[in-house]
């Protein structure tokens, strides 16, 4: 399931469990590349909630977050950053650090 992540829900939706956040924006190309891959992977991986910033919506947020560039993805586990990935990447990428947070 792909969410739409806001200053209101972020805090609670990456508390608990496994979450994937892409920091994207609609004028943005790469972000357009990546998004069928996110929707793939949302279909495959049942135990990981992903959600998505828009960052001209929430400029605030991604800049609490140090997002400097985008697509930027970021894994949470229980309201800790794991991992951080910036551009376009692969599924298997994806799925490889997906997989990491079951550890």
Excluded at 2 to 25: C, H, P, R, S, Y
Excluded at 63 to 81: A, D, Q
Aim: proline share 5%.
């Amino acid at each position: 399931m792909i969410m739409t992540l806001t200053d209101e829900n972020f805090e609670q939706v990456i508390a608990k469990g496994k979450v994937l956040v892409d920091f994207w924006a609609s004028w943005c190309g790469p972000c357009t590349i990546l998004a069928p891959t996110l929707e793939e992977v949302a279909k495959e991986v049942d135990d990981v909630v992903i959600g998505k910033v828009d960052v001209d919506e929430y400029p605030e947020l991604a800049g609490k977050h140090g997002v400097m560039s985008i697509p930027t993805l970021m894994f949470y586990k229980n309201g800790e950053l794991v991992e951080t990935s910036v551009g376009v990447v692969p599924k298997g990428v994806i799925l490889n650090k997906l997989e990491r947070l079951s550890e």
